[in-house]
């Protein structure tokens, strides 16, 4: 069973930049959710997807970021404009929704220089 | 509010030794309680998961044990081995995971041979 894929790897942008950031989750994992990870620190929820709509983006700096899951299968998570503060690994997991238990992605490592 | 509280930050441990992380969570509401380990480079893996049914879960050398009315639950790590040597998060959810997770800050163990 193929895991979750995300893409790309690394990403070094600018302040003021956009940036976006895919993720393909487990076949039939209807919940799909989006993490940031700050070097040292555990991840932090940014928003939830049930299918192709949202159940929690309730930490999600919506000024700059956005996120949308079309067809509810893949999804893409955008920054823009970004901030130095923006630099982390973006994490995407799915789940089946019912078990609890979430897959992860490698993540996507973001530079903000 | 961190509400999932974890200790310690960093653990050296002897190989064949025990390896205990504890943590501590606020919110009643959570009732799903996952362990991930991740390696530099790499996403959350999901290790162990309990529910508060039940107030120990065994698998092979991964144990957690949960006090309810403490709102604490541990991993501990029988016979640890070099390889075991990653950050380890511990997590709670809500709806019985199908909620987004909130981790703990990390722990970083290191299995000295």
Redesign the interface.
């Given at each position: 069973e193929a895991g979750v894929a995300q893409s790309p790897r690394y990403k070094i942008i600018e302040k003021r930049q956009s940036v976006a950031f895919w993720c393909n989750p487990i076949s039939g994992h209807a919940t799909l959710y989006w993490y940031q990870q700050i070097l040292g620190q555990g991840p932090k929820l940014l928003i939830q997807f049930q299918n192709n709509g949202v159940v929690d983006d309730s930490q999600l700096p919506k000024d700059r970021f956005s996120a949308e899951r079309l067809k509810g299968v893949d999804s893409t998570l955008k920054i823009q404009p970004a901030k130095l503060e923006d630099s982390a690994v973006y994490l995407c997991a799915s789940s089946l929704g019912r078990t609890g238990a979430a897959f992860f992605g490698q993540g996507t490592r973001l530079t903000v220089v | 509010q961190q509400q999932?509280k974890?200790s310690p930050q960093s653990l050296i441990v002897q190989k064949g030794g025990i390896s205990i992380i504890n943590c501590a969570y606020e919110n009643t509401a959570f009732d799903?309680f996952?362990w991930?380990q991740q390696f530099p480079?790499?996403?959350?893996?999901?290790l162990i998961?309990i529910r508060p049914d039940v107030s120990e879960k065994k698998e092979g050398r991964f144990t957690i044990s949960f006090n309810k009315s403490a709102k604490q639950f541990s991993l501990h790590i029988m016979d640890s081995q070099p390889g075991d040597s990653a950050t380890y998060?511990c997590?709670a959810?809500r709806r019985?995971?199908?909620?987004?997770?909130?981790?703990?800050?990390?722990t970083h163990l290191i299995i000295q041979p």
């Open positions: - | 999932v974890q799903y996952p991930y480079g790499k996403g959350p893996a999901l998961a998060f997590a959810s019985g995971g199908a909620d987004g997770l909130t981790f703990g800050k990390g």
